[in-house]
């Protein structure tokens, strides 16, 4: 090849040398650069733009919920303040997960939340036992958890950062000291003894130990309260129906039943109606409730029901704001029990249905 040939392949080489190098480098470290430094060309702009939409996307607060299940109307609704209150345009995230109410499901999806590194984990602890070890985990993964609607017995309790709550104790002493009032009302306060069955959640959760823990302390108080029975209905209208027709065909005297959730009640009531006999204020049997769902007041307007303990299943607005708090690095209280109160037949209870969110 000739010289010149030579000296126009190498120019023509050093040209697309250069023009490789020049748009190719500049847009290579333009990409790098744009990423590292402020400065931007259009081409590295959308770079910019598109860097920082998908920092927007991962800007959202990625949190893990391991629900107990769906065995209730409180449930539902206590579900439904999560899944309305950790949504995108709140700066959030949700991945929820319904365990049936079987703890090593929940235990299962505390470890998915853990390889998805989440930022928080939330649990609602079916029970109360049988938690530190994948709490460690996750405590070991740098995630903080953050409890629900139910507590747990640990020996650490660094294990989780706060506690959104019902006071259980406080609303079974509520339902007892609610017996009492009904009682001296009807002219019964005297020694003529008072038979007792209770429908207890699932045996373990803490809205059952609380519950038959406070009821119990007022029916200590009173020696003519006898309990004739207690026995689990899971929490669900299905079992707790099942139980109340065992309870009546064994008891002949039943003259209260204490149910420590409204679908429990409700199987109740349906048991009461179905052996012939009458419920609620103008009936044979007492029937007292917990959870104040919409349904309950249905069922004391109906003239079913005498009473419903409130327990407020709106925990997601509340465990939003202890995240809003650790993010801005505060501290949070460990403890955060939710207000309730009663509502029984001797109320407006139409009014007050109108106007509750659940
Ligand atoms: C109470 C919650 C209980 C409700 C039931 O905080 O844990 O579980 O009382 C629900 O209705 O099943
Ligand atoms: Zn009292």
């Not at 997960?97 to 609602?124: S, W």
Request: hydrophobic share 35%; net charge negative; with cysteine.
């Amino acid at each position: 090849m000739s010289k010149k040939g030579l000296g126009f392949v190498l120019s023509a080489i050093m040209i697309a040398m250069l023009a490789l190098t020049g748009c190719g480098g500049s847009k290579a470290t333009g990409e790098s650069k744009s990423v590292e430094s402020s400065e931007t060309s259009g081409e590295s702009k959308s770079e910019e733009a598109k860097s920082e939409e998908s920092k927007d996307s991962s800007k959202l607060i990625v949190v893990g919920y391991a629900q107990v299940g769906a065995e209730s109307d409180w449930r539902t609704a206590n579900t439904e303040s999560f899944k309305t209150t950790f949504v995108p345009e709140n700066g959030y995230k949700l991945i929820f997960n319904d365990a049936q109410q079987k703890q090593e499901n929940q235990i299962k999806a505390i470890r998915d939340f853990i390889q998805q590194e989440v930022d928080y984990i939330v649990l609602a602890p079916v029970v109360e036992t049988g938690w530190d070890t994948v709490l460690q985990e996750a405590k070991d993964a740098g995630i903080p958890v953050i409890l629900s609607d139910r507590m747990i017995k640990t020996s650490d309790d660094s294990l989780y950062t706060a506690l959104v709550c019902g006071n259980f104790v406080k609303e079974g002493e509520t339902a007892g000291h609610w017996l009492e009032d009904y009682l001296k009302l009807k002219g019964r306060n005297h020694d003529e003894s008072i038979n007792i069955v209770t429908l207890q959640g699932t045996i373990g959760a803490s809205a059952q130990v609380g519950r038959t823990d406070g009821f119990g302390n007022i029916l200590s108080q009173h020696p003519n309260w006898k309990m004739l029975a207690k026995q689990t209905g899971e929490f669900t209208q299905s079992k707790g129906q099942e139980v109340m027709e065992s309870f009546l065909k064994q008891f002949d005297n039943i003259d209260v039943v204490v149910a420590e959730n409204d679908n429990m009640a409700f199987g109740a009531i349906d048991a009461i109606k179905a052996a012939g006999k009458t419920c609620g204020p103008n009936g044979d049997i007492t029937v007292i409730s917990f959870d104040a769902v919409k349904a309950a007041f249905d069922a004391m307007i109906a003239g079913d029901l005498n009473v419903s303990v409130e327990c407020n299943p709106l925990h997601g607005p509340r465990v939003a704001e202890i995240i809003q708090k650790l993010e801005k690095g505060e501290t949070v209280d460990k403890i955060q029990y939710v207000d309730e109160t009663y509502f029984d037949t001797s109320m407006d209870l139409e009014k007050i249905k109108a106007e509750r969110a659940y």
